[in-house]
């Protein structure tokens, strides 16, 4: 059975960081694409960060998140991680990891999240 699970997440001062985690088990995620995506009070999910299999590649929703994020794997380890930087209190939210799908393209296997809080 396939299962993701998020750590990391925390309350935390503006401007400050933390370091979201991924555990994936069931099976190896060594070939598909993963992700972050958040969702705030009252708002839609949205897609945060995306890397591709080997790690080399990385797409981020905005320059303001390129420029303060950065999403990292280990494939060794099945895990996924999320380095957030000069956190910002619109970053409050639900964080989310997930895998897509080779075939579909599809975003198909979701964690439960990790909640971050950033205090003003």
């Known amino acids: 059975q396939v299962q993701l699970v998020e750590s990391g997440g925390g309350l935390v001062q503006a401007g400050g960081s933390l370091r979201l985690s991924c555990a994936a088990s069931g099976r190896s995620f060594s070939g598909n694409v993963m992700g972050w995506f958040r969702r705030a009070p009252g708002k839609e999910r949205e897609f945060v960060a995306s890397?591709?299999?080997?790690?080399?590649?990385?797409?981020y929703a905005d320059d303001s998140v390129k420029n303060r994020f950065t999403v990292s794997r280990e494939n060794a380890k099945n895990m996924l991680y999320l380095q957030m930087n000069h956190l910002k209190p619109e970053g409050t939210a639900v964080y989310l990891c997930?895998?897509?799908?080779?075939?579909?393209?599809?975003?198909?296997?979701w964690g439960q999240g990790t909640e971050v809080t950033v205090s003003s």
């Open positions: 997930s895998v897509r799908t080779d075939i579909t393209k599809s975003w198909r296997y």
């Open positions: 890397i591709d299999s080997s790690g080399g590649s990385a797409v």
